[in-house]
């Protein structure tokens, strides 16, 4: 007998099997937890929570249950994961400061703004909102498919009819393999404006719906300070950021003495973790013009901030504190959500809510076909009724006559199956219910029903008018005039936002009051950073630490900033202002920023705002970037350049020119136009040239007519390069004679 275990190994390639796996594990988490539904703006786990809550009956108008019996409900029924992601998720829904329009009313702890964390399941109780009903209606008129559960015991929806676009409304957030998402909550009555316009004309412009839907509308309030065109670009694209703010007003004391109060802070921050920042930047001596910072706090949210003294204007303070704490914070938008629940792009909100209203015009169409089903059925029965009425002592004579009742009545009366099989069914009490009157009048009445859904289902006009309706339904139950939906973000008008720039300029003019001078920052092979006053020539005079010696030497002004390119394709901005005098050996320069330990720094330079970049990594990829969007505001830098496992970023580069010629460590090179790469804020790039052995060993910009130069500063004319013209991503050739041995271009 053959050993069936050894039938079952198959020879197979290590990296084909990984790769099928990895495929298989990235698309399961993409579809399946990271990225939410176009049409309901749920992921599996808030749909199965909500379906397992429905299951038990929690509606708004029902008694509350165990938050533990609704998760393992969950996990046991639709859900077969850990029941912490559960809860967590089922908290979520039940927070008033994390959902715009929350679709679980929570009773016990369920956390706070300030951080802490919910109670044990086992400890609080959760009942559906009203809101989360309007996310469910139509499920027992097949508004919807369904699909069996894991283990097929169950079955549960594909997607909520969801009357509202919950995508939009309480946003989502979350992180796939390879892509993510994150869309922020908006206003539902904004959205129902601009449903109903999109729906009278699909057609309309992104413009015209960035004039309704003002922008993000966040559970805890703030301020929205982006300019119009902004939002509305970020709208266009479904990608970009919204700069918010938390709202605050001056409290006037005694003696001319004021204090600042702030109410509201942006969303996802915790207050307490605010709070702590706040106090640790005054311990630093980092917040001059303020004296002290408390949370009076209780159910809203009150920080008291003090000034230095009465002179300090309050709009100076607070523009210095969003510059250094999370009072000011940015909130990112990136529509990438699944098209029709499989394929995973992102979304302008325009073709966000579009998706939205396919989605409720299958959903309408759905239920009309199923109401229409039980009217057809319900017809037949009621003419049977009228078939039988004058006849029912014959109808009880053969009941209780014939041993096969059902083909007797059917042949006396020329009945259907379904209305035998009624009439048999009936009880005898309903017999004096059998009133011709009743039962034509509920006839004509379904009947007219009947007629007015056929016509629906054939008219697009009709279909359109039914979904307005229905949007308008929900506005009045939801919108800006009630309670839940009134906005709570404010938007900063044109004319607010150019007077905060402005008041950004005088503090930025404030903490910048430092005397211009010229320096001299050098930085040594094993990374010791030091400064010296004036601008000096490199020299011996210069002592580094034993088995040390020079790498860069950089010209600056005290008031400059300094940036720095890393071989993990970061970048990294010092004030020069702030670094280490020239006494002695310097500081290490990991002190000032977070350079992991297998990372080097490729390059150092003054800033320059509006210059361009090329950058380029050892596997051949590059692109060109903006300098200004390299700045980094933080020690931790700001990754520009992805760079390939194996590799490194080895070239950054100031581009001037209209060439870029590159060259690999096989000393083969490459020129082709500058315009043949792309300009990005942040990505692998392109390949600028393809290696068999080795990888990328320079890259660099000139200008065609003036020719390029080697390590050496030897130049060689267009003439003597034109073999070695070509296109991006060619192998090239060898570089000409008399090369430079080190096979680079020249600084």
Sequence with gaps: ???????????????????????????????????????????????????????????????????ARVVGDTIGKYHPHGELAVYDALVRLAQDFSSRYPLVDGQGNFGNIDGDNAAAQRYTEARLTEVAQAMLEGLDENATDFKPNYDGAEEEPVVMPAAFPNLLANGSAGIAVGMATNVPPHNLGELCAALVKLIGNPNIRDATIAGIVKGPDFPTGGIVVDPPEAIAEAYRTGRGSFRVRSRWFKEDGQRGMYQIVVDQIPYGVQKAKLIENIAALLEAKKLPLLDDVHDESAEDVRIVLTPKS??????????????????????????????????????????????????????????????????????????????VFLNLDKVIKIIRTEDEPKPALIKAFKLTEVQAEAILNMRLRSLRKLEEMEIRQEHDALSKEQKTLKKLLGSENLKNEKLIEEVREIDAKFGLKTKLGARRTLIAAAKDVEKLLAIAEEVATIETQVEKEPITVVCSQKGWLRSFKGHIEESDAVKYREGDRKRFWVHAETTDRLMLFSTDGRFFTLDCAKLPGGRGNGEAIRTFIDLPSDADLVSMFVHAEGRKLLLASTSGHGFITNEDEAVAMTKAGKRVMNVKTGSEATVCRFVDGDSIAAVGENRKMVIFPLADLPEMARGQGNYLQRYKDGGLLDATTFRWKEGLKDENNRSFTPNELKDWKGARAQAGRLVPRGWAKSGKFAI
């Design 1 to 67: 007998m053959a050993n069936t275990a050894d039938d079952e190994i198959r020879s197979e390639p290590l990296s084909s099997a990984l790769s099928e796996r990895y495929l298989a594990y990235a698309l399961s988490t993409i579809t399946q937890r990271a990225l939410p539904d176009a049409r309901d703006g749920l992921k599996p786990v808030h749909r199965r929570v909500l379906w397992a809550m429905r299951a038990l009956n929690l509606s708004p108008n029902s008694a509350f249950k165990k938050s």
């Design 310 to 387: 009465r002179t300090v204007e309050p709009e100076i303070l607070m523009e210095q504190l969003f510059r250094q704490t999370d009072l000011e914070s940015r909130i990112g938008l990136n529509l990438n959500v699944l098209d029709k629940g499989t394929v995973p792009k992102v979304m302008s909100l325009k073709e966000a809510l579009l998706a939205f209203v396919d989605h409720r015009r299958e959903v309408l169409e759905r239920r009309s076909k199923h109401r229409l089903e039980k009217i057809a059925h319900r017809l037949e029965v009621l003419e049977g009724y009228l078939a």
